[in-house]
């Protein structure tokens, strides 16, 4: 605890109430099935390199001796073989598992910034909204009101057609998507500040003479912690999906760089002759969200202070 808090101060999430929450996660089935897909996704992506390596095979290289004539993959399964682990690319003839991987890196890559980048906007708006009130407390929160309502998908496809070449496209994309994201983790933020600001704790520390900003930093944030995770965890997905939907509609991450969003797009016309294309990114995608989902759930009742010592 704080060393200006008062003795008998007690606050929501201790060491020890941490230690069940953990021990309470490990005991779910659906949470640590995400953790572990979500711990799986991240090592594809960080050794996508080696793992193209030990195939063979990189996700720039067009192998077209390997499509017919009308350029539909030879072979079973879109081209499975041992060279090509998840097949090639129609058309194209890129490494599909290649793409897959390297495709990983930049989903999540975009996923978490831009999360990274909602959460602390929203943190810090929320928290200071929540805790000092007043007219900026009006003024965010009707900001929150009109970013909800605006048509944010529209503005996405809108800035990355019209954004200067020499932007960074991963970078914009972040920006942009934390920039719509960062509403929806404040208001939850200012209501559990809110809810903190009448705890007995933060009113005594207030009592004995702790400046606003000491209060808020050593005793406000800290509280929020689990909140905080909890959400950004739950809100990976759709920000993956966000990215994915930009890539799908042409205005994400340019090519030739491998991304799920746009290998989906690129399945659609072949879909009727070679499934296996549209099958693995989009069984990548599909994990990449329920493994979050699953997590942050996992994570929800792990972390929740009213569910600490509660039998299941």
């Known amino acids: ?5 008062p003795a008998g101060a007690v606050e929501p999430l201790r060491t020890g109430g941490s230690r069940r929450g ?4 490990a005991a779910e089935p ?10 799986l996704l991240l090592v594809l992506a960080l050794a996508a390199p080696l793992l193209c390596a030990l195939e063979g095979q990189d996700p720039y290289i067009y192998h077209i001796d390997a499509l017919t004539e009308s350029g539909r993959p030879l072979g ?8 090509h682990w998840f097949g090639i690319e129609p058309g194209t003839g890129r490494d599909v598992f290649a793409m897959v ?3 990983a890196r930049t989903s999540l890559l975009v996923g978490l910034a831009a999360t990274a980048v909602a959460t602390a906007v929203g943190l810090v708006v929320g928290s200071t909204a929540g805790y000092f009130g007043g007219w900026y407390d009006r003024i965010a929160g009707r900001a929150i009101d009109v970013l909800f309502g605006f048509p944010a998908l529209i503005f996405m496809i809108a800035l990355g057609a019209i954004a200067p070449a020499g932007f960074p496209r991963p970078l914009l994309i ?5 920039f719509f994201g960062w509403p929806a983790m404040a208001r939850v933020v200012r209501g559990q500040t809110l809810a903190l600001r009448q705890r007995t704790f933060i009113v ?4 004995l003479g702790s400046p606003p900003w000491r209060v808020l930093v050593r005793h406000v944030l800290p509280n929020l912690a689990a909140t905080t995770i909890v959400y950004a965890t739950i809100t990976v997905p759709g920000m993956i999906g966000a990215e994915a939907a930009l890539s799908f509609l042409g205005v994400g991450v340019p090519p030739p760089t491998p991304d799920w969003g746009r290998s989906i797009h690129d399945a659609v016309p072949w879909v009727q002759t070679d499934p296996m294309f549209l099958v693995f990114p989009g069984a990548a995608l599909f994990l990449a969200t329920l493994s979050f989902n ?13 569910l600490q010592g509660v039998p299941r």
Request: proline share 4%; glycine share 20%.
């Open 204 to 207: 005594a520390a207030v009592a």
């Open 1 to 5: 605890m704080p060393t200006d808090a």
């Open 30 to 39: 659906g949470a640590v099935t995400g953790a572990v897909i979500v711990a």
């Open 22 to 25: 953990w021990s309470r996660l």
């Open 101 to 103: 991987a390297h495709g």
């Open 294 to 306: 699953l997590l942050g759930d996992g994570l929800r009742d792990a972390l929740d202070p009213r």
């Open 174 to 178: 972040v920006l942009v998507i934390g």
């Open 76 to 83: 079973f399964g879109g081209g499975i073989s041992a060279g």
